[in-house]
């Protein structure tokens, strides 16, 4: 499915050339097992409504131009309290009745762009006993210690909460190709786990409103399109937006795609990771199959736990990454102490070195000289990759899977180099960490051959990408296996670590090593860490553009360190650790708050030696501050986080009077559960600068998971309804 030229198509007119822009949410049209008004609020009136909305909800007559409130029922009732309320993000379920005899109905409502209140109808199900199972399965979940684990568990709890015939959870990789990485089925079904389905298949158009309609329900492939009356929205003049409405008409294409597969009838959950789209729980049936509305938000709810816990699992991988390079920086210092060169720690055992980013390889470019472990390309490739690197690295790591197809004169190195991982140390772009992994030739299964544009059919009509969804095999040749998040963490933190203990180790070289001051402190200056340099009597000797950074002004230059408490908010006790420092020649570790010339505060740790010659003699002293501003941001995320939930979700919202609202307490103390040890992980295992975005997505995916579980208590005790099988 190709972009194509020209503009975007509207719906049900895109072909095989176009289908990647096709405006899915301008449906104009229903699936036919519910209706669809759309109101002025002033009024009440209904402006718009699909086709058959009144034989439908059993009333008879036009519904245009007609009142809510003279429809008979309690619908007006229900909605009154919504009007003007601000529900254009996750829509809100009320029950009420209609029809002559009167019949039980859930109506879903939001705010279309443009104007109007969209009321959504269908007959409503029968009460939903599943707290218990609810309950068990957020347990499961919590449970897990693997991703692989988790998504296991998570297709055999849908199967069995939706009786549908197959469960798939589809994880998309980072060129957006997905696969089926777990799955559940009946016997006599074809096993459809490992296959891949490339990018084309989900549309980015569909993909995003993925993330904002998280439960999206097809109840019967075969169904006739009910129209919007009138099409275009008497609000905008333009097609209704759709993107919210659950019972939008699918496209075209894809339910021929849909088709082709033989499948009668599917539900899909998006599964939300961080804020974004990772993945989805694909459920298949092979005939009609409708879930209700109650049904539906025990999915959304289940999936939001997933994905809460997908995030706290990826954050430990990197927490678990974070603590061996933590440990490979610790034998960098023992080895600048014991043999004055922290090079050793590196490369005396290659497993500490490669064992983070499960390379093969290594090598170190610094200060014009190689050192490598493990199987590397020669010398002089490993000279002309770094080259190739330089410009690529400057702005952070780089990585890919398949160097020859980045740049093909390095097809020749592909046995050793198939993928390289690169990152900067200190300042110099020549100097560079590498890590290399091996080709791995190995074949990719995809559901049908993603090549196979179109079908062969004769029929002008077959919209299908692919008529046979027969497994595949591709060889893939010249790539690696793809690097991980947490690989590209442990890269980026092993050469911060470098870079610091390197900055320490030229630090010191300034003060031994005179006749190297120039070349040093040129080196020293370029660093991006914050460097005090000062003689035995306390003259500064360096104190680099990044030091004088944090100053924050062009002012005279700082001459002695008994000017430098006076840049800290208490001066009284930077100048007394300064003290301890020159007289006693005890280190100093702790935190100060700088204020520079603009009056601006920022936390800094202080890291300061004395540099000795012999136990007796001192040759100066080496301040280093780190920029603790993203920490304690981060901190503050996480306490805010923990206040604001437990404020927010300490007490029920209203007196507890029923067995009903017990579970749902029950249920919610569950889900922060869920939460505040995947915030835990986080803050464990997460850099400081992504820390507080994760933090807000889990508690974004608490707050909406308790307007869901809210949903779950709507239900009458003595609702009727029909059952899950028939639209």
Same mark, same amino acid.
């Given at each position: 499915?190709?972009?194509?030229?020209?503009?975007?198509?509207?719906?049900?007119?895109?072909? =095989?050339?176009?289908?990647?822009?096709?405006?899915?949410? @301008?449906?104009?049209?229903?699936?036919?097992?519910?209706?669809?008004? =759309?109101?002025? $609020?002033?009024?009440?009136?209904?402006? *718009?409504?699909? /086709?058959?909305?009144?034989?439908?909800?059993?009333?008879?007559?036009?519904?245009?131009?007609?009142?809510?409130?003279?429809?008979?029922?309690?619908?007006?009732?229900?909605?009154?309290?919504?009007?003007?309320?601000?529900?254009?993000? +996750?829509?809100?379920?009320?029950?009420?009745?209609?029809?002559?005899?009167?019949?039980?109905?859930?109506?879903?409502?939001?705010?279309?762009?443009?104007?109007?209140?969209?009321?959504?109808?269908?007959?409503?199900?029968?009460?939903?006993?599943?707290?218990?199972?609810?309950?068990?399965?957020?347990?499961?979940?919590?449970?897990?210690?693997?991703?692989?684990?988790?998504?296991?568990?998570?297709?055999?709890?849908?199967?069995?909460?939706?009786?549908?015939?197959?469960?798939?959870?589809?994880?998309?990789?980072?060129?957006?190709?997905?696969?089926?990485?777990?799955?559940?089925?009946?016997?006599?079904?074809?096993?459809? =786990?490992?296959?891949?389905?490339?990018?084309?298949?989900?549309?980015? +158009?569909?993909?995003?409103?993925?993330?904002?309609?998280?439960?999206?329900?097809? /109840?019967?492939?075969?169904?006739?399109?009910?129209?919007?009356?009138?099409?275009?929205?008497?609000?905008?003049?333009?097609?209704?937006? %759709?993107?919210?409405?659950?019972?939008?008409?699918?496209?075209?294409?894809?339910? *021929?795609?849909?088709?082709? %597969?033989?499948?009668?009838?599917?539900?899909?959950?998006?599964? %939300?990771?961080?804020?974004?789209?990772?993945? @989805?729980?694909?459920?298949?049936?092979?005939?009609?199959?409708?879930?209700?509305?109650?049904?539906?938000?025990?999915?959304?709810?289940?999936?939001?736990?997933?994905?809460?816990?997908?995030?706290? =699992?990826?954050?430990?991988?990197?927490?678990?990454?974070?603590?061996?390079?933590?440990?490979?920086?610790?034998?960098?210092?023992?080895?600048?102490?014991?043999?004055?060169?922290?090079?050793?720690?590196?490369?005396?055992?290659?497993?500490?070195?490669?064992?983070?980013?499960?390379?093969?390889?290594?090598?170190?470019?610094?200060?014009?000289?190689?050192?490598?472990?493990?199987?590397?390309?020669?010398?002089?490739? +490993?000279?002309?990759?770094?080259?190739?690197?330089?410009?690529?690295? /400057?702005?952070?790591?780089? &990585?890919? &899977?398949?160097?020859?197809?980045?740049?093909?004169?390095?097809?020749?190195?592909?046995?050793?180099?198939?993928?390289?991982?690169?990152?900067?140390?200190?300042?110099? &772009?020549?100097? %560079?960490?590498?890590?290399?992994?091996?080709?791995?030739?190995?074949?990719?299964?995809?559901?049908?051959?993603?090549?196979?544009?179109?079908?062969?059919?004769?029929?002008?009509?077959?919209?299908?990408?692919?008529?046979?969804?027969?497994?595949?095999?591709?060889?893939?040749?010249?790539?690696? $296996?793809?690097?991980?998040?947490?690989?590209?963490?442990?890269?980026?933190?092993?050469?911060?670590?470098?870079?610091?203990?390197?900055?320490?180790?030229?630090?010191?070289?300034?003060?031994?090593?005179?006749?190297?001051?120039?070349?040093?402190?040129?080196?020293?200056?370029?660093?991006?860490?914050?460097?005090?340099?000062?003689?035995?009597?306390?003259?500064?000797?360096?104190?680099?553009?990044?030091?004088?950074?944090?100053?924050?002004?062009?002012?005279?230059?700082?001459?002695?360190?008994?000017?430098?408490?006076?840049?800290?908010?208490?001066?009284?006790?930077?100048?007394?650790?300064?003290?301890?420092?020159?007289?006693?020649? *005890?280190?100093?570790?702790?935190?100060?708050?700088?204020?520079?010339?603009?009056?601006?505060?920022?936390?800094?740790?202080?890291?300061?030696?004395?540099?000795?010659?012999?136990?007796?003699?001192?040759?100066?002293?080496?301040?280093?501050?780190?920029?603790?501003?993203?920490?304690?941001?981060?901190?503050?995320?996480?306490?805010?986080?923990?206040?604001?939930?437990?404020?927010?979700?300490?007490?029920?919202?209203?007196?507890?009077?029923?067995?009903?609202?017990?579970?749902?307490?029950?249920?919610?103390?569950?889900?922060?559960?869920?939460?505040?040890?995947?915030?835990?992980?986080?803050?464990?295992?997460?850099?400081?600068?992504?820390?507080?975005?994760?933090?807000?997505?889990?508690?974004?995916?608490? /707050?909406?998971?308790?307007?869901?579980?809210?949903?779950?208590?709507?239900?009458?005790?003595?609702?009727?309804?029909?059952?899950?099988?028939?639209?």
């Amino acid at each position: 499915m190709g972009l194509g030229q020209g503009s975007s198509p509207a719906f049900g007119t895109a072909d =095989l050339s176009n289908c990647e822009r096709e405006q899915i949410h @301008l449906a104009a049209s229903i699936q036919p097992y519910g209706a669809f008004l =759309l109101l002025r $609020e002033t009024d009440g009136v209904i402006v *718009q409504a699909s /086709a058959r909305a009144g034989p439908f909800l059993g009333l008879a007559g036009d519904l245009l131009g007609r009142p809510v409130k003279t429809l008979g029922g309690d619908l007006w009732s229900a909605i009154r309290p919504w009007l003007g309320a601000n529900i254009d993000a +996750i829509p809100v379920a009320v029950r009420c009745h209609l029809g002559d005899p009167t019949q039980p109905f859930t109506a879903l409502l939001h705010h279309p762009r443009g104007g109007g209140l969209a009321i959504e109808l269908e007959r409503a199900g029968p009460p939903q006993n599943v707290a218990s199972q609810i309950e068990q399965a957020i347990q499961a979940f919590l449970d897990t210690s693997s991703i692989q684990g988790l998504c296991d568990e998570a297709a055999r709890i849908f199967e069995d909460l939706t009786g549908y015939d197959r469960v798939m959870v589809y994880r998309f990789d980072e060129a957006g190709h997905g696969q089926v990485f777990s799955e559940t089925k009946k016997p006599d079904l074809e096993a459809f =786990l490992g296959n891949r389905y490339p990018s084309t298949d989900i549309p980015q +158009i569909a993909r995003r409103l993925y993330e904002q309609n998280r439960v999206r329900l097809l /109840a019967d492939i075969h169904y006739q399109p009910e129209p919007l009356e009138p099409r275009i929205s008497p609000f905008t003049g333009e097609d209704l937006d %759709m993107s919210l409405c659950f019972l939008r008409s699918v496209s075209p294409i894809h339910t *021929q795609y849909l088709k082709n %597969m033989g499948v009668g009838a599917t539900l899909v959950v998006s599964l %939300m990771v961080g804020g974004k789209l990772w993945g @989805l729980i694909s459920c298949h049936h092979y005939s009609p199959r409708f879930m209700p509305f109650e049904m539906r938000s025990v999915c959304e709810l289940l999936a939001e736990v997933i994905g809460t816990r997908i995030t706290a =699992l990826e954050s430990f991988a990197q927490g678990q990454a974070e603590l061996s390079v933590r440990r490979l920086e610790q034998r960098m210092v023992e080895c600048i102490s014991r043999d004055g060169d922290w090079r050793s720690a590196l490369f005396d055992s290659a497993r500490s070195l490669l064992l983070p980013l499960n390379a093969t390889g290594a090598a170190l470019l610094f200060e014009g000289q190689i050192l490598a472990t493990g199987d590397v390309p020669a010398t002089e490739h +490993i000279r002309d990759i770094g080259r190739w690197l330089e410009p690529k690295i /400057a702005e952070g790591v780089f &990585a890919t &899977a398949s160097l020859s197809a980045e740049d093909a004169s390095f097809a020749p190195l592909t046995g050793v180099a198939s993928g390289v991982v690169a990152t900067r140390i200190c300042g110099e &772009a020549s100097d %560079m960490l590498i890590w290399f992994r091996n080709e791995r030739v190995r074949t990719v299964t995809w559901g049908g051959n993603p090549f196979q544009k179109v079908s062969t059919s004769d029929d002008p009509m077959e919209l299908s990408p692919r008529r046979s969804f027969a497994q595949w095999h591709q060889v893939v040749e010249g790539t690696c $296996e793809p690097w991980s998040v947490a690989d590209l963490t442990a890269a980026r933190l092993i050469g911060a670590s470098v870079t610091d203990v390197i900055v320490q180790f030229r630090s010191v070289r300034i003060l031994i090593a005179q006749d190297q001051l120039e070349q040093v402190r040129r080196q020293v200056q370029s660093s991006d860490q914050h460097v005090v340099v000062a003689d035995a009597q306390g003259r500064i000797l360096e104190a680099n553009p990044a030091f004088a950074a944090l100053l924050g002004g062009n002012g005279r230059p700082l001459r002695s360190l008994d000017e430098l408490p006076y840049c800290f908010t208490d001066p009284q006790e930077a100048q007394r650790k300064l003290q301890v420092l020159r007289g006693s020649r *005890q280190v100093w570790r702790g935190e100060v708050e700088l204020e520079n010339a603009r009056g601006e505060c920022k936390p800094l740790l202080v890291r300061a030696d004395p540099v000795m010659s012999t136990p007796d003699r001192v040759l100066g002293f080496v301040l280093l501050f780190t920029d603790l501003t993203e920490r304690k941001e981060a901190d503050a995320a996480r306490r805010r986080f923990q206040e604001g939930i437990l404020q927010s979700h300490r007490k029920p919202k209203a007196p507890i009077q029923s067995q009903s609202d017990l579970a749902s307490q029950t249920l919610l103390s569950s889900v922060i559960e869920n939460a505040q040890l995947a915030a835990l992980e986080i803050t464990d295992g997460s850099d400081t600068a992504a820390m507080p975005n994760l933090l807000e997505s889990v508690r974004a995916s608490v /707050a909406r998971t308790a307007e869901v579980l809210d949903q779950l208590s709507l239900a009458p005790e003595d609702a009727e309804g029909r059952s899950g099988d028939a639209p």
